[in-house]
Nanobody, 115 residues
Framework: QVQLVESGGGLVQPGGSLRLSCAASGFIFSYYAMSWYRQTPGKERELVASITGTGGSTNYADSVKGRFTISRDNAKTTVYLQMNSLKPEDTALYYC????????WGQGTQVTVSS
């Protein structure tokens, strides 16, 4: 069965950096685009970044362009989200996602940006 396990969240000061990881299993990883979403209480889950199966194409929300970088290592079946120049408004629960007919989600990892 599909499993997505996120890690790497935490508390960081504004302007700091974090790298999130998502270890995937249960499907042919390189065949599928992977995405990161985030959600804050009372708001809908929003797409942050996505990457194609080969890693050759990426897409970002306007709010994170130039600060976040999505990447993947198909040999390790892991997708990453490098987050730089973090802002308080980046505070959210971050989820890894793969769409295989319907959406699969990890458990999420909390990112808190605060001084």
């Amino acid at each position: 069965q599909v499993q997505l396990v996120e890690s790497g969240g935490g508390l960081v000061q504004p302007g700091g950096s974090l790298r999130l990881s998502c270890a995937a299993s249960g499907f042919i990883f390189s065949y599928y685009a992977m995405s990161w979403y985030r959600q804050t209480p009372g708001k809908e889950r929003e797409l942050v970044a996505s990457i194609t199966g080969t890693g050759g194409s990426t897409n970002y929300a306007d709010s994170v362009k130039g600060r976040f970088t999505i990447s993947r290592d198909n040999a390790k079946t892991t997708v990453y989200l490098q987050m730089n120049s973090l802002k308080p408004e980046d505070t959210a629960l971050y989820y890894c996602n793969v769409y295989r007919g319907f959406h699969y989600w990890g458990q999420g990892t909390q990112v808190t940006v605060s001084s």
